[in-house]
């Protein structure tokens, strides 16, 4: 059975950091992707950042790129996205994803990401 875990997040004052893991079992993260994701307040589900080992592939969505970094501790089989200079518009409900059925980092489309996290919440303000 595949289980995704969330820990991390919190309240933020703006420009501040936030670390974000992900611990994954019962699949083997060579072979497959995680994605992280967020749903703001009043707006749709967005992809943040993902990554796949077997495409040798990480990919951010330009509004957080330069300033989010997602990793992957492969003794711990845990994922991490780490959030730098944070901004109020960053604020969102956040989860972290695993593609089982296609293996592909992908952003834009939710369709293979089949196996999800409980969610975690990430506040930036003053």
């Known amino acids: 059975q595949i289980q995704l875990v969330q820990s991390g997040g919190g309240l933020v004052q703006p420009g501040g950091s936030l670390r974000l893991s992900c611990a994954v079992s019962?699949?083997?993260?060579?072979?497959?992707?995680i994605g992280w994701f967020r749903r703001a307040p009043g707006k749709g589900r967005e992809g943040v950042a993902c990554m796949s080992s077997s495409e040798n592939t990480i990919r951010y969505a330009d509004s957080v790129k330069g300033r989010f970094t997602i990793s992957r501790d492969n003794a711990k089989n845990t994922v991490y996205l780490q959030m730098n200079s944070l901004k109020p518009e960053d604020t969102a409900v956040y989860y972290c994803a695993a593609d089982t059925v296609f293996g592909l980092c992908v952003l834009k489309s939710f369709r293979g990401y089949d196996s999800w996290g409980q969610g975690t919440q990430v506040t930036v303000s003053s």
């Open positions: 019962g699949l083997n993260l060579d072979y497959w992707a």
